[in-house]
């Protein structure tokens, strides 16, 4: 489903990523491990199309993401991708229902429909009753979650996942990390996580584990 091939990426003399090949398959939460500044948020970012190697190619889907104009780009990430990060970035004026239909209403797909997926989503993850809430009402677990629904809004194919449970408590964390694992079951989704987490790691379908920009193991 994701094909990472020969990435590299070089900041300035630095290079950090070194020729980086993978091969992700669907239905999957991978997790990427390794100390910091071994590459992993780099290439997460390559692979969701965030920042572009300095050479190389990565396929979603069949589609070479390195080669798409910005326009094209911005679709593809629209429709196929799904992101969710240690911050949760909701915006804080918008109520948890109006944060998940944002990209559904983006995508130009039917109202009515955005904002029923939208509705169901946020049931699923246990939040129907928060629905009217600002960001700064929530718990930071309610936050994540309402987060992982945006990013599922428009059914991608993928979503990128960088320390989602790293400002969270044990229990939010525990919560999070079974979250993704029934989504996957649920809704075929494919998730590709960074995390510092041993925990989600073990749990996962695949551990990829980076060392100074190249893949050790995986």
């Known amino acids: 489903m994701i094909s990472v091939k020969n990435i590299r990426k070089v900041f300035g003399q630095l290079e950090v990523l070194k020729g980086i090949n993978l091969d992700i398959e669907s239905n999957q939460v991978v997790s990427i491990v390794g100390a910091s500044g071994a590459g992993k948020t780099t290439l997460l970012q390559i692979m969701g199309s965030l920042l572009n190697p300095s050479s190389g190619d990565v396929l979603i889907d069949g589609a070479n993401i390195c080669l798409m104009t910005d326009k094209e780009l911005s679709s593809f990430r629209n429709e196929k991708i799904g992101f969710v990060f240690q911050q949760h970035h909701l915006l804080p004026e918008f109520t948890a229902f109006e944060n998940v239909c944002i990209p559904g209403y983006i995508a130009r797909k039917d109202n009515r429909e955005v904002e ?55 229990h939010n964390k525990q919560e999070l990390h079974s979250l993704f694992f029934k989504l996957r079951d649920q809704f075929g989704h494919t998730f590709v996580v960074v995390t510092h987490d041993l925990e989600l790691a073990k749990m996962s379908d695949r551990i990829i584990t980076l060392n100074d920009g190249q893949v050790v193991n995986g």
């Open 116 to 170: 029923q997926q939208a509705k169901e989503l946020l049931e699923l993850l246990g939040l129907s009753h928060r629905l009217s809430h600002r960001p700064q009402e929530l718990s930071g677990g309610e936050q994540q979650r309402v987060a992982i629904a945006r990013a599922l809004i428009n059914n991608p194919s993928v979503i990128f996942a960088d320390e989602p449970s790293g400002n969270l408590d044990s």
